[in-house]
């Protein structure tokens, strides 16, 4: 029971993104993206939920290989929640979220009750019950981004990829949001997620990969792996990670803005 | 919109659609009373002899199939407005503006220069109003540019090139009753209708009206964008597909037997949404209905305000101008 991706080549054009890539995503475990802007860590979801083909290299769920899978089936075993969403017409928040159950319901079904109330729940345990009857197109963007989730705990995939969960939210939110990934992996879900905040993966633990910007991969531990050097030179700029007595943790930040 | 305000607000909607189709049976040159409809559509229902066969003959062989006719081809072209919306994300496009009429139009005009069959004038509509939305689709894949605006300006460019089609058809054709057929075809009018017409796009219509009704919460899904859908399982190029062959084939046989006619399209699905929601599986029934009336209330009045016929299109567009003029300025669609 794992998604294992080999040998992974993707090019825009004549420009190489990802190079050679392997990885191994295991249920019950959270994995934190790391790259810079453009090292193609969104491509990298894309091609494992089915929505980009790549170059070359393979992409097997618990021993099946991605093509013999249709969409609904990958639908079944995975969930995505995209970074943006630009809605083009009015629903309801609690209509959206229906909508996660689509790959469990037949071609000219419709929700039903049970539907409605397993996205109520989804709509609860993200604490957005104030939202269920607004308008999905008056609401923020960052609020957009917790729905977006609830949208896919509704979808109950085994595996949950989501791109820049908390580059929206304030900080509470993003706390939330956290803790709900932690949450999700403790009950057994498998998480992938990208971000530009070191931290997250500090809080979490779990394991990291850091794409750079050759397109290359680094997987560890996030506590081993995210170390001063790395993310220095992953970003080209100087970074401090230091171990917070207080909290027991690491942290990482910005020393000065001093060149 | 909870559905018990919804089954209300359809029941209210049906009852006075009820209302005119009852007036529109009285109206006309030679006007009925209520009284008189009622007690010969009665007499026919229960299969006893006519009242009067006068007004038996002007009910069943002129009016009611012009009202029923109305009633489909309202509902076929506001229903594939409200498809071609949701499918292309784009609430400013509809079957006129991206020229799927003005594509079966062309279809049409060129069966009946040819003096083909019913039938064929039929195929050749749904034919050219495919190849058009496919024309209008493609253009914004060639430009790169998948923006509203570039559909809206491809819609306006594959118009505008069918219409100039049509311009030849007439300028060559020599005998004034295909000339008569032309114009007619491009402001749309009922007034030649043959029942055998009515018939033949009944069941075209109500079909896809029905399959695209039960894969309306599917359509939902799909105006959320082509990957959204994916990730939640819907195979979106078949789904997609489907959307485009079924409004195309509405448009066309609504074509075929009104011509041209403008708007309807794009402002019922709009006031739907206005009253109803975005919801397609309460909007499409919604719009369905709505587009019905209000085809027939246009409808009514060609025939009715003057001693002539007035093409529907002109109707439409006074009427529906100012409306779209309003939605604007409520600042409804922010879409550009």
Known sequence: ?259 | MSNSKYATLMLGITVLLALMVLTALCLGRYSINPIDVWNVLKAKLVGEATPDEAMHNILFLVRLPRVAASLLIGAALSLSGAIYQSIFRNPLISPDFIGVSSGASVGASAAIVMGLSLQTVQLFAFTGGVLAVLLAASIPKLMRNSSNLMLVLSGIIISGFMDAIIGILRFTSRESDQLAAIVFWQMGSLAKLDTAQLFSITPPILAALILMIALSWRINILSFGEQEAKTLGLNVTRLRTLAILCASLMTACAVCVSGKIGWIGLIIPHFGRLIGGSDNTKLMPLTALLGGAFMLLIDTLARTLTSAEIPLSILTGLMSAPFFVWLLSRNRLKVL
Do not use: W
């Not at chain 1, 790549?54 to 290989?65: M, N, Q, R």
């Open chain 1, 1 to 259: 029971m794992s998604i294992e991706i080999r040998k992974l080549h993707f090019s825009y054009g004549d420009h190489e993104v990802l190079r050679n890539l392997d990885l191994r995503i295991e249920p019950a475990e959270v994995l934190s993206i790391l790259g810079p802007n453009g090292a193609g860590k969104t491509t990298l979801l894309k091609i494992i939920v089915g929505l980009a083909k790549p170059a070359s290299g393979s992409i097997v769920y618990d021993d099946l290989p991605q093509e013999r899978l249709n969409l609904r089936q990958l639908a079944q075993l995975m969930g995505y929640v995209p970074q943006m969403i630009t809605p083009a017409f009015d629903f309801r928040v609690i209509d959206y979220v229906v909508t996660g159950v689509a790959p469990h319901i037949g071609t000219f079904e419709r929700p039903g009750k049970t539907h409605y109330d397993k996205a109520m729940r989804a709509i609860e345990e993200m604490h957005i019950v104030h939202l269920a009857e607004k308008s999905y197109m008056q609401i923020s963007d960052g609020e957009r981004q917790l729905v977006s989730i609830a949208r896919v705990l509704a979808q109950e995939p085994s595996y949950i990829l989501m791109d820049e969960p908390t580059s929206h939210l304030d900080y509470g939110n993003q706390l939330r949001v956290l803790q709900i990934i932690r949450r999700l992996s403790e009950s057994g879900f498998g998480i992938v997620f990208t971000t530009h905040n070191p931290d997250n993966p500090l809080l979490l633990g779990g394991k990291t990969a850091i794409i750079n910007r050759r397109g290359e991969l680094f997987y560890g531990n996030s506590l081993e792996l995210i170390r001063e050097d790395v993310l220095s030179e992953l970003y080209g700029i100087r970074l401090t990670v230091t171990s917070e007595v207080s909290t027991g943790r690491s942290i990482c930040y910005m020393p000065s803005l001093a060149e």
